[in-house]
């Protein structure tokens, strides 16, 4: 699944497509990976079918070895689905936050689904950001910077907010970048250090 690139989206026409074919493939990898589901798609889009979605889920149930990541802005499809589907511990489920806005509407939403790793993607933060009144169900938090020719600046302080909240918290914290001109612009380290942490809670399987 992912978006169709060149040209307008004209109305009435998709502006995605699934690949039905290609689901199969994780199956096929024998060694354990962690695989970001939707890195040029988002799984709840609302042209995403109920029945494909499904699917993806079937898939990633069966290919336990593997941790899979999925990461969406539609937190409420997300919301509307999340109860009707059957998480298994290796799905990981995540929102973008890009400012306070989109934390106040998307984070409630996240919280709300069954998902045994909840994350928080905030990125590119754009805007000075808190979610500590959410992180005793929030498992991961992911910030970085936005890249490309027309990259907006961060502010460190909004970055060290959001750090020493996870801190406070203990929620495991991933400095992803600065940004810049391209991701690798202004490199990883925050304060001295890269900051690498993941979740380490214990999954229940059951």
Known sequence: MRFKRG??????????TLHDDRLNVPLSWKAPRRIFVN??????????????IGKVFHIMTTAERHTFQILTKRHERLAKLGNELKWPANVWVGVSVENQYWADRRIPCL????AQVRFLSIEPLLKPVSIKRFLSDIHWVIVGGESGPSARHVDGDWIREIRDECI?????????QWGGRTSKSGGRELDGRTWDEMP???????
């Open 111 to 114: 919280l709300n689904t069954p």
């Open 168 to 176: 406070d918290s203990k929620v495991p914290f991933f400095f992803k």
């Open 39 to 52: 890195s040029m798609s988002d799984l709840f889009h609302e042209e995403v079918t109920e029945d494909f």
């Open 7 to 16: 040209g307008p989206f004209l109305p009435g026409k998709s502006t995605i």
């Open 200 to 206: 380490t809670i214990m999954i229940n399987k059951n």
